[in-house]
Nanobody, 125 residues
Framework: QVQLVESGGGLVQAGGSLRLSCAASGLTFRTYTMGWFRQAPGKEREFVAAIGWSSSNQLYADSVKGRFTISRDNAKNSVYLQMNSLKPEDTAVYYC??????????????????WGQGTQVTVSS
């Protein structure tokens, strides 16, 4: 009964900020790599950011590096994505995911075992 639930999505103006949260049940984050992916209509799922069991190990897509920050709170079984300087091209459904076997953050979606249902982020011009 592993479940990941995203929250924090919404409508924001270009240049604004938004903070996404992902709460997990049925597992703990202590030894799992956690990631964020996004998917816009008509496009394939795209890697955004990932964080290892140690928060010092992080990986970002070039398109969001310097604007987005991933973090985790293992005691709360939660992972977060702080999104700043948002652009219209950031508009997508954002998903959190858990990689149970990973020791380092990775960009390959096939390595992730559990997925949330997603939260919509819309950035207006």
């Amino acid at each position: 009964q592993v479940q990941l639930v995203e929250s924090g999505g919404g409508l924001v103006q270009a240049g604004g900020s938004l903070r996404l949260s992902c709460a997990a049940s049925g597992l703990t984050f202590r030894t799992y790599t956690m990631g964020w992916f996004r998917q816009a209509p008509g496009k394939e799922r795209e890697f955004v950011a990932a964080i290892g069991w140690s928060s010092s190990n992080q990986l970002y897509a070039d398109s969001v590096k310097g604007r987005f920050t991933i973090s985790r709170d293992n005691a709360k079984n939660s992972v977060y994505l702080q999104m700043n300087s948002l652009k219209p091209e950031d508009t997508a459904v954002y998903y959190c995911a858990a990689d149970l076997g990973g020791v380092r953050p990775g960009f390959n979606a096939a390595n992730y075992d559990y997925w949330g249902q997603g939260t919509q982020v819309t950035v207006s011009s």
